[in-house]
């Protein structure tokens, strides 16, 4: 059932981006908030006014479109690559998991580095195959950035932790950069506790750009 659903999701965001994306381009992409009430008022704000989105504002919607939905896990998933002319670009897109499958909501001029459906069978993988796409797209994947799991209260204002792990995939090879994310992802349900009981990651500095 939630396998439909987050199709469902990702067909609506990427209508809202192609909607949108013929307008004006003077909104500026949202900034990263610390607590998750923003996120969703933010998301409120967007649909009330059908304002345009670019990827963070994705994900805002993503994860207010799925917070009923207590059984799929939401995480964000960022990206720092290099064109082959030289230009750095940044994207996030929101991971989601279910029943051990993964997959991710978000929107992208590319539509390889969009949504991808609930059919990975871990992160790990999820972030390979957006490495494959940023190769076919003449880009080279120089870091990766996983979030904690994001809440889904509405109401109350928890704390979001957008980048608990950093990986630098430009100095690893593929194999080394999916066991980092796999390791990560094994202690990931652990770690947001303590992040969420403590306010800090466990016995770690916060994650730099």
Known sequence: ????????????LCQLFMACSVRSNS???????????????????????????QCVEAVFLGAHLTAAMSG????????KTKFAHGTVHRHIVLAVRYQGWW????????????????RFASLAELVEEYRTSYEDCHHKLLTVYVGLPLPHNQFLDQPVKWR????????????????????????MTRMNEHFLREGVLPGAASVRR
């Not at 949202?30 to 009330?48: D, E, M, R």
């Open 1 to 12: 059932m939630y396998s439909n659903i987050v199709s469902c999701v990702a067909a609506a």
């Open 27 to 53: 909104l500026p992409s949202s900034s990263f908030p610390q607590g998750a009430s923003h996120i969703f008022s933010v998301s409120k704000q967007l649909i009330k006014e059908a304002l345009p989105i």
């Open 164 to 187: 608990a792990t950093k990986v630098r995939a430009y100095s690893h090879a593929p194999e080394e950069v999916s066991a980092k994310i796999s390791k990560f992802a094994a202690n």
């Open 103 to 118: 997959g991710a909501l978000g929107v992208s001029r590319r539509a390889s580095l969009m949504n991808k459906p609930l």
């Open 72 to 79: 799929l896990e939401r995480v964000p998933l960022s990206f």
